[in-house]
């Protein structure tokens, strides 16, 4: 695997150092020390708030009205969950259903996500059209195909290419995190490979960050989860 050079404000870059440099056992506890801690002061604040929650209006509206209601826009490079986390996902809202039967939303089956790159989040049409027009669709591509497979070595291209790591990206331990937003399953880097989350995600930003327009991510921690009420 050849590293890209690291963007000079990439954040991910942040928690290398944390992590002596990616070392994968370091990253996975990274992960789950934050995941802990997290959900740990997080249950403090509720029990101590007497359950109170955060409603969103936007999403009191889309209850009502449908899709329509809701007039952010983003854009944003998705992973999707595969089918038999979709499917302990659907188990997790049905049990939630009853325990909550009329007060939560639920991430619709088709819009289940972990962002892996943010470029702009919550603007209205026009900026988002804006936006896309300064960003290439190679560059978008470079994305969705990285880690792109290597070049043979009778390819005639000069530029070089990132090699597939030596695993897929995996992510496992599945756990539910919550606070007073919003419901997610969370997971935590596999150690069972040198290329991590962490480091698949430090790589998609300096990707990103070629771009006119540097990703303004809304929060750059240690974490992996997929949102689902």
């Known amino acids: 695997y050849t590293m890209l050079q690291a963007h000079p404000s990439n954040p991910f870059e942040s928690l290398f150092s944390l992590t002596n440099t990616g070392d994968p056992a370091l ?13 740990q002061e997080q249950t403090r604040l509720l029990l101590a708030s007497g359950g109170h929650v955060t409603i969103d209006p936007i999403l009191c509206d889309v209850r009502e009205r449908g899709e329509s209601a809701d007039p952010r826009h983003c854009l944003t490079i998705w992973a999707r969950p595969p089918a038999h986390i979709k499917e302990l996902i659907k ?25 892996l790159v943010e470029w702009i989040h919550s603007v209205d049409q026009h900026t988002l059209s804006d936006a896309l027009e300064k960003i290439s669709p190679s560059t ?4 969705l195909s990285y880690p792109a497979l290597p070049q043979s070595s009778s390819s005639s291209s000069s530029s070089p290419s990132p090699s597939l790591p030596p695993s897929p990206v995996i992510l496992d331990s599945p756990s539910i995190s919550y606070d007073n937003n919003a419901v997610a399953i969370s997971f935590l880097p596999s150690s069972s490979s040198d290329y991590t989350y ?15 327009i540097s990703p303004q991510s809304r929060y750059v ?7 689902i009420a």
């Open 27 to 39: 990253v996975r506890d990274l992960y789950a020390r934050h995941r802990d801690t997290r959900q």
């Open 91 to 115: 188990k997790v809202q049905l049990e939630l259903a009853v325990l909550c039967p009329s007060s939560l939303w639920f991430m619709p089956e088709e819009c289940l996500h972990i962002t």
């Open 140 to 143: 978008i591509q470079s994305l």
């Open 198 to 212: 962490l480091h698949y995600r430090r790589d998609l930003y300096a990707l990103a960050s070629q771009s006119p």
């Open 221 to 227: 921690y240690p974490s992996a989860h997929v949102t």
